[in-house]
C-alpha cells in the first residue's frame, strides 16, 4: 500500500485484568506500522488500570465514568479515536503479530467494504471454531444467526474448508474491523442493545445502506468467549431473545416484518418449552420477559432492562437512542432463504456444507 491506513486497535474492558494480562502482549506485537492500541473502560473496580499504567504506560487509556454495555461503551470511546480503521477487540482474545494486514488489504480493495472480521477459532481447541463468529457470520429468513463452522451447538473443527475470503452477512464483535466514515455514517451501535447481536444490527444496517461485509480467510485470531456473561446466564438468553426481535423489526422491510415477527414469536414459545423441560425456569421466564420487553418497545416505552438486579454493572444505562437503517439498497448477500432451525433439527443438516448453496442469497 503506498498510503498506508491508520489503524487503531480498540479494546473495551470491564473489570476483565486477567485477560488484559495474558492476551495483550500478542497485541502490542502486531506489525502493522503505527498501530495505535486503546482500551477502553467501563468503570472497572478491578485493577486493570492500574495493571496498564503500570506495565503497558504508552497504552492510551479512554474511561467512561459506568458501564455502558457493550454499544454504549464503544459508541462513546470510539467518538475519541481518531483512525482510518477501527478494529474493535474482545479483551479474551489472542492474535498472532501479522494477523492485521491481510484484513485491511482486503477492505482497501473495495470502497463498497465497510466491515470485516477474521477466521475466529477457539483458545482452548484451537484447530476449531469459535461460537461467537467462526468463519463468517449469517442469518435465516426468520432472523436466527449462525456461521460458517458453527449452528448451534454443532462447532466444527477447521479442516480448511472455509480458507476462501468472501462476503458475508454479518461480522463478529470479538474482533471487528470498521472503516471509521462507514461507523460515522451508520451511527455507531444502538445502545439498546446493550450487549449481544449488536454487531449483526449495525452489519445489517450497513448492508441495508449497500455496503459490504467481510470474513477474512487469511487471518485468524484465538478467541476466549463468555468472558462476560457465560451461556447459562439467564440475562444473556433474555438479550439474546429480545435482540434478536429488535433486529427484524428494524431491518426488515415493514410488510415483511409483519409476516416474520409473529412467527417468531410462536418459534420462541417452543425455545420456553424446551427450557422448562429441562428445568431451566429462569432462562425460561428470559425469553418470557424478552417478549414482554420487544412489545413495550413497539408501544415507544423504554424500560431499563431485563429487571431491577439485570446487571449490576450498568443496569440502567441503556439509551433511549436507536439508530434505524437507512434503507437505499438491500444488500442481502448472507442470508439463507430458509428455515435454519428446520434445516438443523428436522432436516439434521448440521454443517454449513451440508446446506443448498441455491438457498443461500
Known amino acids: 500500500m503506498i498510503n498506508t491506513p491508520k489503524v487503531a486497535v480498540v479494546i473495551l474492558n470491564w473489570n476483565g485484568v486477567k485477560y488484559l494480562k495474558q492476551f495483550l502482549p500478542t497485541v502490542l506485537a502486531s506489525t502493522w506500522p503505527g498501530l495505535e492500541v486503546v ?13 496498564i499504567k503500570e506495565t503497558h504506560p504508552n497504552i492510551r487509556i479512554i474511561q467512561n465514568d459506568q458501564n455502558y454495555g457493550f454499544t454504549g461503551g464503544y459508541n462513546r470511546v470510539l467518538s475519541q479515536v481518531d483512525a482510518d480503521y477501527y478494529i474493535l477487540l474482545n479483551s479474551d482474545v489472542e492474535v498472532m503479530p501479522g494477523w492485521i494486514e491481510p484484513v485491511i488489504s482486503l477492505m482497501e480493495s473495495d470502497p463498497l467494504i465497510a466491515a470485516a472480521a477474521p477466521k475466529i477459532l477457539s483458545f482452548a481447541q484451537k484447530d476449531q471454531f469459535e461460537h461467537a463468529g467462526a468463519a463468517g457470520g449469517f442469518i435465516d429468513t426468520f432472523g436466527y444467526p449462525f456461521c460458517r463452522g458453527r449452528m448451534f ?22 474482533s471487528l474491523f470498521i472503516k471509521k466514515k462507514c461507523w460515522d455514517e451508520v451511527g455507531g451501535f444502538d445502545e439498546y442493545f446493550f450487549a449481544h447481536m449488536e454487531e449483526i444490527d ?58 416474520v415477527i409473529p412467527l417468531r414469536f410462536c418459534m420462541d414459545l417452543l425455545a420456553i418449552a424446551r427450557f422448562l423441560a429441562e428445568g431451566k425456569r429462569k432462562d425460561a421466564w428470559a425469553v418470557s420477559r424478552a417478549h414482554q420487553n420487544f412489545v413495550l418497545h413497539l408501544f415507544g416505552i423504554r424500560v ?15 439509551s433511549p437512542k436507536t439508530h434505524h437503517s437507512k434503507r437505499t439498497i438491500h444488500n442481502l448477500k448472507g442470508m439463507y432463504k430458509g428455515s435454519i432451525v428446520w434445516s438443523f433439527f428436522v432436516k439434521k443438516k448440521t454443517r454449513f456444507t451440508d446446506l443448498d448453496p441455491v438457498d443461500l442469497l
Open 202 to 259: 449495525l452489519c445489517w444496517r450497513l448492508k441495508n445502506m449497500g455496503y459490504k461485509v467481510m470474513y477474512c480467510a487469511q487471518s485468524a485470531i484465538y478467541h476466549v468467549g463468555g468472558g462476560t456473561l457465560n451461556a447459562e446466564n439467564p440475562f444473556k438468553t433474555y438479550l439474546n431473545f429480545r435482540n434478536n426481535l429488535l433486529l427484524l423489526k428494524k431491518n426488515l422491510p415493514f410488510w415483511r416484518a409483519l409476516f
Open 304 to 318: 431499563s432492562g431485563y429487571g431491577v438486579k439485570d446487571l449490576e454493572n450498568g443496569k440502567n444505562s441503556l
Open 39 to 51: 482500551v477502553g473502560d467501563n468503570a472497572s473496580s478491578d485493577d486493570s488500570l492500574a495493571f
Open 153 to 174: 451447538y454443532e462447532v466444527e473443527h477447521d479442516l480448511g474448508q472455509y480458507e476462501q475470503s468472501d462476503e458475508v452477512f454479518w461480522a463478529s464483535g470479538a
